[in-house]
């Protein structure tokens, strides 16, 4: 009999723990106080955490801890710490994303087992090879993905694969998403997501919620993904209450434990009525369903209220609003209003009226009652149920711990001094000479590169450069200078095969130096000998340990993260890989990376209502959302010599428009230390 795949559910707060166990969840995962990417749900402290163990092993539960998120250089001691406790406590497993995590579990705490966060923009079978040889013993799937290239990468793999089947979808493809960290300094990658995406916007006279996705929910595919070589399916919504969490393992549990045929086909109507309990956005197969996926993930018209749509606002007076329900209301609910399609604040329900202004506290879906009502709250909005008056976590609490043995353990790891010694010894630069690399878009742009002092060009490698460079004939010299840059993106249909030959046809003919921009490219290099791989910032490289495992992997020099700050450079600056960082000083980075196409008219500019400006382009299959102006640090280049930085890459590969002259601006700008236009500084005068 083939092993079932396991229900994974999401916990952030006792309560959601709880719920999910009980309604029958294989596993949970939750993350701790620091480093996980939901950093605003309630999560757990280590004391906590043998606890919930206990109890879930108790009952046959598996625990999964999640570390995924970007882990700052000034952070790794405590996450050392952090990760000794962890080795004693034993949860079954650690959700990782940064490549530190990697190195230093592999290194220094063997006896964990590590699963590749989602963040990790694993989308096809060679980006599983890679996060396997690196330690990872799952993988979890971008969302991205759409049935048939799942089953693709489930028959060109064999680790363990993990896919998303419900809950919250983003609209950049996954760990891609740069704008809440360059609008604010609210890194998606470190937990603190804003979710920009959720905005309004506007472009020209249309406005709407062009990038809002609605909620993902597999259920009617699951017959079919339960046929595939998948170990789990995951529930997304740490930040649900478990008034959500409940119906919605229990759906999927009723589901995943019915029989083919007829007993799945009632099932299936079962769960879709739990899933009726479950406030939650409107409901898709998102991009399960391959192509047209956008028309039903997009609904500009709608801001994508999570929630279920309980009443409408018939009018308000004296801080009061005739609401008439559609679905019953209990005192302790939690209300999201929405007017003319802008979100407001939630609210809790106190005690409310009936028409006749007696107090109750509870009522039918059909009623009319009268509720005492923030100042946001207008004539002819409308509510949305977000949540239920849950057990108070004390009361959950008793329960978890009635009848446990949770191990005891010691927090701080007794061998720093060593890791010290690894990654912060010192270590001498170029002796005064900087090391300038350029990424050019164009072969026009690589041909005047070639003509520059830049010591190493790079070329973006699309398809259409590719043919181009590979009929061109380059001299002994040019060879040693020009560098092909990968896309971030190859699908396993119809990318993959491409670009994994066309890497071995480049390789033959002598190009040596490769930039990478996901870890799966790494699958494509079999033989490294007399290669110069160059980990791109796509690899979000932002720590001592994350860089050694880039260059334990083959790479000789690394991109820093693009948000990166001069606090974080600072601390670099003392460890054995700084000199050997390379800083990015000019590029026009993509915000969001996406497969949906919005509806939006390319390289217009559209705005968010604080007047952020955006400027939209497709390329190869992918919508690019990019800021109206570049980033630029030219001025900071006298300081980043003094503190030992040599290595320096300008980047005028891509960005909205045309960008006449880009490069010769750009390469004035490097060697007069001055900004040549306008431009972002990203996060570099931010803190953490």
Not at 423 to 450: A, I, N, W
């Amino acid at each position: 009999m083939e092993k079932k795949p396991e229900l994974l559910a999401p916990a952030g707060n006792v309560e959601s723990f709880f719920t999910a166990v009980e309604n029958g969840a294989d596993a949970i995962y939750l993350g701790l106080k620091k480093f996980n990417a939901r950093a605003t749900a309630s999560n757990f402290t280590l004391d906590e955490l043998p606890k919930l163990i206990s109890f879930a092993r108790s009952r046959s539960v598996r625990i999964y801890t999640a570390l995924n998120s970007q882990i700052a250089g000034s952070e790794l001691a405590e996450l050392l710490d952090t990760l000794n406790a962890l080795s004693q406590i034993k949860p079954d497993a650690l959700i990782v994303q940064d490549a530190a995590l990697f190195y230093l579990v592999r290194k220094y705490f063997p006896g964990l087992k590590l699963h590749a966060s989602t963040l990790a923009a694993v989308h096809n079978s060679a980006g599983v090879n890679t996060l396997e040889r690196m330690g990872a013993s799952r993988v979890v799937l971008a969302r991205e993905l759409s049935l048939s290239e799942i089953e693709l990468v489930c028959s060109n793999t064999k680790s363990e694969l993990e896919i998303f089947v419900h809950g919250a979808l983003c609209y950049s493809w996954s760990g891609m998403c740069l704008t809440s960290s360059f609008r604010g300094g609210r890194s998606g990658l470190r937990g603190e997501c804003v979710q920009p995406c959720r905005l309004r916007f506007r472009q020209g006279r249309k406005e709407g919620f062009f990038l809002s996705c609605n909620d993902l929910c597999a259920l009617p595919m699951l017959p079919s993904l339960k046929k595939l070589r998948i170990a789990g399916f995951k529930i997304e919504g740490r930040m649900k209450p478990a008034s959500y969490i409940g119906p919605v393992v229990k759906a999927y549990r009723m589901l995943l434990d019915a029989a083919p045929g007829k007993d799945e086909q009632e099932a299936l109507i079962e769960a879709g009525k739990l899933l009726s309990r479950a406030p939650s956005r409107q409901l898709t197969l998102g991009h399960l369903k391959g192509e047209g996926a956008a028309s039903e993930i997009l609904r500009p018209h709608r801001s994508g209220s999570s929630g279920i749509w309980i009443g409408t606002v018939k009018s308000v007076q004296d801080g009061r609003a005739l609401v008439d329900l559609r679905h019953e209301l209990e005192k302790g609910d939690r209300l999201r209003p929405e007017s003319s399609g802008k979100e407001e604040g939630a609210f809790t329900v106190g005690e409310f009226f009936d028409q006749g202004g007696v107090k109750i506290s509870r009522s039918e879906s059909g009623s009319r009652v009268l509720l005492v009502c923030p100042a946001t709250i207008s004539s002819g909005g409308r509510l949305f149920k977000v949540g239920t008056k849950s057990e108070s976590p004390t009361a959950t609490w008793k329960k978890i711990t009635a009848n446990i043995n949770p191990v005891r353990f010691k927090s701080k790891f007794p061998h720093r001094d060593k890791v010290a010694r690894e990654l912060f010894q010192s270590e001498s630069g170029q002796g005064g000479r900087d090391l300038l690399l350029v990424k050019v878009g164009s072969t026009d742009d690589l041909v005047r590169g070639l003509q520059s002092s830049a010591d190493f060009v790079l070329i973006a490698g699309t398809r259409g450069s590719l043919e181009r460079i590979a009929k061109q004939r380059f001299s002994t010299p040019q060879m040693r200078k020009v560098g092909i840059s990968l896309p971030a993106i190859q699908t396993e249909a119809k990318d993959l095969s491409y670009y994994r030959a066309a890497v071995g046809w480049f390789v033959s003919k002598g190009f040596r130096t490769w930039e990478l921009n996901n870890w799966g490219h790494l699958d494509f290099f079999p033989n490294l000998e007399g290669l110069r791989l160059i980990a791109g910032s796509g690899l979000n490289l932002r720590n001592e340990a994350a860089l050694a495992q880039a260059k334990e992997m083959g790479c000789s020099m690394s991109a820093l993260s693009l948000e990166i700050t001069r606090s974080e450079l600072d601390d670099l600056a003392q460890s054995s890989f700084g000199a050997r960082s390379i800083i990015t000083l000019f590029s026009w980075p993509p915000l969001f990376t996406s497969r949906l196409v919005p509806d939006l008219a390319e390289e217009k500019v559209f705005f968010t209502p604080r007047k952020d400006a955006y400027q939209l382009i497709r390329r190869a299959g992918n919508v690019y959302i990019y800021a109206d102006k570049p980033t630029g640090i030219f001025d900071e280049l006298p300081r980043l010599r003094s503190r030992g930085f040599r290595r320096f890459l300008i980047d005028v590969s891509e960005g909205p428009g045309k960008q006449t002259q880009a490069l010769e601006k750009a390469l004035s700008g490097f060697f007069l230390s001055r900004l040549h236009v306008p431009s972002f500084r990203f996060n570099f005068d931010r803190g953490l």
